[in-house]
């Protein structure tokens, strides 16, 4: 069955630097997403990507995120100058279309 | 925010059925109801959703009220696994985000 697979399972970085989470969404999907849990917190929606272009974003996702889709394969989601605040898991989503959208295992990123 | 409303935990006995309820009393025509469920801080898995009739796959059944304010989640034959946070989400068919809530935290008991 296909799936969402990411890339790393975790991370640990330091503060101000920049770190590059990565995602394969499933092959033949159109819409992609990004979303994040703060540890004991509610998974929360980051943004969405469609036909190349941001289509919604969150108040979270602020001038330190961007997103890509670089090739027909690999979606990523990057952080330019990492905070403490951001450590938490990272989701990466993907639908075909009107149907389901499937979550892949996540990102632990831990930034000390 | 959120547009559905679920109790915050659960037990049910191993091998039980486990049912877990929905409220989305405000849910329009065109949304469908989707269940996932989170083990300890893994992805979100997909379960099941509907729009208006019941609906069975090899993991859960969902039971959708006629007016389809409320909704349920039967497992039918629990086992430890299945402890994990369960949400009811509700989702349109444009290219929504998935909103999601607390949950509940069904706790499958031996």
């Known amino acids: 069955e296909p799936e969402v697979t990411q890339t790393p399972s975790h991370q640990v970085t330091q503060m101000g630097q920049e770190v590059i989470l990565r995602c394969v969404p499933i092959s033949n999907h159109l819409y992609f997403y990004w979303y994040r849990q703060i540890l004991g917190q509610k998974v929360e929606f980051l943004v969405s990507?469609?036909?190349?272009?941001?289509?919604?974003k969150s108040e979270i996702f602020d001038d330190q995120f961007s997103v890509e889709r670089p090739d027909g394969s690999n979606f990523t989601l990057k952080i330019r100058s990492t905070k403490l605040e951001d450590s938490a898991m990272y989701f990466c989503?993907?639908?075909?279309?009107?149907?389901?959208?499937?979550f892949g295992p996540g990102t632990r990123l831990l930034v000390l | 925010d959120a547009k559905t409303t679920q109790p915050t935990s659960m037990d049910c006995a191993e091998g039980r059925a486990a049912n877990l309820p929905c409220n989305h009393s405000?849910?329009?025509?065109?949304?469908?109801v989707y269940w996932y469920r989170q083990i300890h801080s893994q992805g979100p898995q997909y379960i099941i959703h509907?729009?208006?009739n019941n609906e069975t796959n090899e993991m859960a059944s969902l039971i959708i009220t006629e007016d389809r304010k409320s909704s349920t989640l039967i497992l039918p034959h629990a086992t430890l696994r299945d402890t994990a946070v369960y949400y009811c989400i509700v989702v349109g068919t444009s290219y929504d985000k998935v909103i999601f809530g607390p949950g509940t935290s069904l706790s499958v008991i031996p």
């Open positions: 990507f469609y036909n190349n272009e941001i289509s919604e």
């Open positions: 509907g729009l208006k």
């Open positions: 405000t849910i329009s025509g065109n949304e469908y």
């Open positions: 989503a993907s639908r075909l279309g009107v149907e389901t959208q499937y």
